[in-house]
């Protein structure tokens, strides 16, 4: 089902400092920024390969990296991988004992289409579908 590993979402307090650590010192280059109301965050994407850094901001407290930062600080958020149909992948993942957020694709990142997996299916992580 996975194709790659499309991104590391990565929570963070403050993005134009972060977004400046990662440049300075892995050269990483930050060529996409974002802010999607309707998920609650600022992002910033970086390409490392072929896959992608996302720095993601909390819009406020009630958001999910909000709450995310507020019980557990910063750090990997959550893992995107890249599936070749969202929706083919959601009705095989009904098959299996796995516990949606998202019954259906919803638009994310960089026009892609996304849904993610609750992280208490996938010992503790995470993920998100991506289909770019
Ligand atoms: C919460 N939990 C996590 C977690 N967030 N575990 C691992 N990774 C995470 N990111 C755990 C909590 O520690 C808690 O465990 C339990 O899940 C319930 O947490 P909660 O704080 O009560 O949170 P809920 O239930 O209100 O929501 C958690 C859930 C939510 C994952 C369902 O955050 C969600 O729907 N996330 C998907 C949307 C999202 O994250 N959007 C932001 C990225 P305990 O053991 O204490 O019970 S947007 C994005 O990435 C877009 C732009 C894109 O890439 O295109």
Not at 18 to 25: C, P, Q
Not at 91 to 108: S, T, Y
Request: proline residues 4%; glycine residues 12%.
């Amino acid at each position: 089902m996975f194709t790659r590993v499309d991104h590391v979402g990565i929570a963070v307090r403050d993005l134009d400092a972060a977004i400046s650590f990662y440049e300075k010192t892995f050269g990483v280059s930050f060529t996409y920024r974002h802010t999607a109301q309707d998920q609650g965050v600022e992002e910033a994407m970086g390409q490392v390969g072929e896959s992608w850094i996302q720095l993601l901001k909390p819009l406020g407290a009630e958001t999910p990296v909000g709450k995310f930062i507020e019980s557990r600080g910063e750090g990997v958020h959550h893992i995107g991988y890249g599936v070749a149909d969202v929706r083919a992948a959601l009705e095989e993942l009904k098959g299996h004992d796995i516990r949606l957020i998202d019954e259906h694709p919803r638009p994310g990142s960089r026009g892609a289409s996304i849904a993610f997996i609750h992280p208490k299916s996938v010992g503790g992580v995470l993920v998100e579908l991506v289909q770019e």
